[in-house]
């Protein structure tokens, strides 16, 4: 009994650090998309401040 429970308990952990993985390879992922979106959002808010002439997030700077 005690080497079957030890193959159920390496499985789990086998299991969990598979899932622990795939986990922080999403969480990479997601901090990748959010520095792009970032980018793309300082782009974007330059490029309309220069534009409109109006400044936007009222830094003293227009672009």
Known sequence: MGLFWD????????EQKGKADS????VTELESG??????????THKVLEARS???INEDGLIG
């Open 34 to 43: 959010l520095s792009n979106t970032k980018v793309l959002l300082l782009k």
């Open 53 to 55: 002439g109006i400044d």
């Open 23 to 26: 986990l922080e390879e999403r």
């Open 7 to 14: 193959l159920i308990q390496q499985r789990v952990i086998e």
